[in-house]
C-alpha cells in the first residue's frame, strides 16, 4: 500500500520528494553538462587547430557560459543532496551503515562529494586562468603562457569526473532499485568492500590531480585513462571502473 501524501512541505515529503526532485534535476544540469564538456567540447575545440581565434571567441562565449551553469549545478545536487539526508525521517536509521543499500547509497555520495570539490577546486579555478586568457588575447593582448598547464588541469579532473559520473549514478539507484533484503552485512563484508573501494578512487582522484609521478603529463601512467585518441579512453575507464564496482556488489552484497 502506499504511504498517505501529507503534502510537499510536510518534513517526510519535503525530504523523500521535495529535495529528491530538486536534486535530480539540478544532477541532470550538471552531470549533462559534464558529458557535453568531455564527449563534445572538448574533441569540437581540439579539431579547431591552428584557428586560435575561433577557439578563444568558442571558449569566451560559449564555455564562459556553460561553465556557470555547470558549477552551480554542482553545487546545487550537492546541497540538495545533504538536504535530503537532513529533513528525510531517520535517513541513517536501521543498520544504514551496514546494508549493501546503505554502502551503496554512501559510495554514490563519497563520489558525488568529490566530483563537486573537483568541480569548484580544481576544474573552475584553473578554467578561470583559461577564460581569463582568451578574453585578453581576443583584446589583443598577450597569452598566458600558464594557460595551457591550466587547461590540462582541469581536463585531467573533468575526465575524471566523468569516469566517476557512471559509478555513482550506479550507486544512487543501487538502493532503491536493486532489490536489497537491507539485511546487515557482516564485518567482513563491510571492511573488505570499503578497503578496495576507498583505495581505488583514492588512486584515481591523487592521478587526476597530478600527484602521481607522471604528474599531468599526457598518456603517462594512469593519464592514458584521459588522453588517446578521440573520447575512446574516458568512456572505457568509465565503465571499465563500474564493471569494478559491479563485481565488489556481487562478491559482497550478495546473499
Known sequence: ????????????????????????L?????IGLLYYFNFVQVPAFAA??????????????????????????????FVTGILITVVTTDYYANDFGKTAGGLAISTGMILGTIMMLNVWGVIWRNQKVVLANAANVLAGGEADPNAAAAGRRALMASRQNAIFSVSMLFFMVFKTHALTTGAPLSGGETGGFWLITLVLIGVLEANALGLMPWKTQPNKGLNVLYDGPGVRNPLVASFGLWA????????????
Open 48 to 77: 579547431f587547430g591552428d584557428e586560435a581565434k575561433a577557439r578563444n571567441i568558442a571558449i569566451d562565449r560559449v564555455a564562459r557560459k556553460a561553465l556557470w551553469w555547470f558549477r552551480w549545478s554542482a553545487l546545487s545536487t
Open 26 to 30: 539540478a544532477g541532470i544540469m550538471w
Open 244 to 255: 569494478i564496482f559491479l563485481v565488489l556488489t556481487e562478491i559482497f552484497f550478495k546473499f
Open 1 to 24: 500500500m502506499l504511504a498517505d501524501y501529507n503534502g510537499f512541505f510536510s518534513a517526510d515529503s519535503l525530504g523523500s520528494f521535495g529535495f529528491r526532485w530538486l536534486h535530480i
